[in-house]
Structure formats: C-alpha cells, structure tokens
C-alpha cells in the first residue's frame, strides 16, 4: 500500500516561509492528482492546493499569490513551497493523492506566530 510522507512543517513568525515536501513510497497511478490540505483547530479540513499529472493547479483563495505547488512525477513528490505567512494558515497540512484510490499523509504541523 502506498503512504505518503510529510516533511518540512515547524514554527515560524508571521511573513516567513516554510517548504512542506511529500513523499509517496511506491508508484502511484499515471494520471493523478497530489496535494495539500489543511486542518485548524475548531475547523474543517480544507483544501490548500492541488496539482495534476500534467501540472495543472487549484489554488484555495486565501493562498493564491503566497503558496506554490510542484510535483516530481519520476519521484513520486510534491512540494509546497509557503511564503508571507499568516498567523491563520496556522494548521495541521496533510498530504493528499487521488487516482483509482485515495491516499492522505499523517499530517505535519505549520504553527506562525504573530
């Protein structure tokens, strides 16, 4: 079964950057979709950025021009790379790919600071 690995979350102050990296440990489908999502507390899991395949990406509105997505189809990862932080993308982000089957990662926590 495939899992997916995050890396990169921490502790920074408000208009700082982090690099949240996944990596998935097998193969998974040809034509699929990775991604991110995020949880605060209190809050619903909502969708941060995805990105296709073929490099098409969704942006959640309130990251758009902040946050960038990319993807190593050979490697199976995808990166998120955050700049200009606020303290309400304060959240639990998880990793997230779909193809015949849907996989989540087991979260990494991204806490900024005011």
């Known amino acids: 079964q495939v899992q997916l690995v995050e890396s990169g979350g921490g502790l920074v102050q408000a208009g700082g950057s982090l690099r949240l990296s996944c990596a998935a440990s097998?193969?998974?489908?040809?034509?699929?979709?990775m991604g991110w999502y995020r949880q605060a507390p209190g809050k619903q899991r909502e969708l941060v950025a995805t990105i296709t395949t073929g490099g098409s990406t969704n942006y959640a509105d309130s990251v758009k021009g902040r946050f960038a997505i990319s993807r190593d189809n050979a490697k199976n990862t995808v990166t998120l790379q955050m700049d200009s932080l606020k303290p309400e993308d304060t959240a639990v982000y998880y990793c997230?790919?779909?193809?015949?089957?849907?996989?989540w990662g087991q979260g990494t926590q991204v806490t900024v600071s005011s």
């Open positions: 097998g193969t998974i489908g040809s034509r699929s979709v």
């Open positions: 997230y790919a779909r193809w015949t089957v849907v996989r």
